[in-house]
């Protein structure tokens, strides 16, 4: 059982370049998140799902598009990646949209220069 | 909107107790709480659910203020095994949006 797997797990991108972090899931949930993880501040939350073809926003929105078009798979995008966007980058999901486990993909470890 | 989280770092020694604290200004559904090792992803401990259920570890226990938004996460008779970083996480009334906390590092010493 693979649960939640994020590719690639390190990259390495040129300010303006465009690049898609992917995330997916083999457990059928609904719920899906991304967060990113910088020292000192946790994981914050980017975007998250509720289903296929359902998104919103979390508290770190900018910069980032993601789409649901699949149970399994969320895709992040970077349209045009920028220093601050270098991070430690983790997908969730979880069976329940209230007081369920998340599963944590193991990270994309990205550095913009 | 982010938790707060106390103390930001503990350093104990083997056997030793500690507590962390985790605080919100709105009003909370459940609180989970995740342990992060360095350069892995965070795992899943515990829930604790307005009304009082909670779901997880056996070995950690956790209270739940609703009327305060605060829990606390107790680890007894610490282990090494115990280090990392410990997140706390809340929900809201918005389903499918959990928010951590800054994160609290805990270091074990034999």
């Known amino acids: 059982n693979a649960g939640v797997t994020q590719t690639p797990k390190f990259q390495v991108l040129k300010t303006g370049q465009s690049m898609t972090l992917q995330c997916a899931q083999d457990m059928n949930h609904e719920y899906m998140s991304w967060y990113r993880q910088d020292p000192g501040m946790g994981l914050r939350l980017i975007h998250y799902?509720?289903?296929?073809?359902?998104?919103d926003q979390g508290e770190v929105p900018n910069g980032y598009n993601v789409s649901r078009s699949t149970t399994e798979d969320f895709p992040l995008r970077l349209l045009s990646a920028a220093p601050s966007q270098t991070s430690v980058y983790f997908c969730?999901?979880?069976?329940?949209?209230?007081?369920?486990?998340?599963?944590f993909g193991q990270g994309t470890r990205l550095t913009v220069v | 909107q982010q938790p707060v989280q106390s103390p930001q770092a503990v350093i104990l020694r083997e056997g030793e107790d500690a507590v962390i604290n985790c605080s919100s200004s709105?009003?909370?559904?459940?609180v989970h709480w995740y342990r992060q090792k360095h350069g892995e992803a965070p795992v899943f401990l515990m829930i604790l659910l307005k009304g009082g259920e909670q779901k997880g570890h056996e070995k950690i226990s956790a209270s739940f203020n609703e009327k305060k938004q605060q829990s606390s996460l107790y680890l007894t008779a610490s282990q090494l095994s115990y280090s990392g970083t410990y997140f706390c996480?809340?929900?809201?009334?918005?389903?499918?949006?959990?928010?951590f906390g800054q994160g609290t590092e805990l270091s074990v010493k034999p």
């Open positions: 709105k009003a909370l559904y459940s």
């Open positions: 799902s509720v289903g296929a073809g359902i998104t």
């Open positions: 969730a999901s979880s069976l329940l949209g209230f007081g369920a486990e998340a599963f």
């Open positions: 996480g809340t929900e809201g009334n918005q389903g499918g949006k959990l928010i």
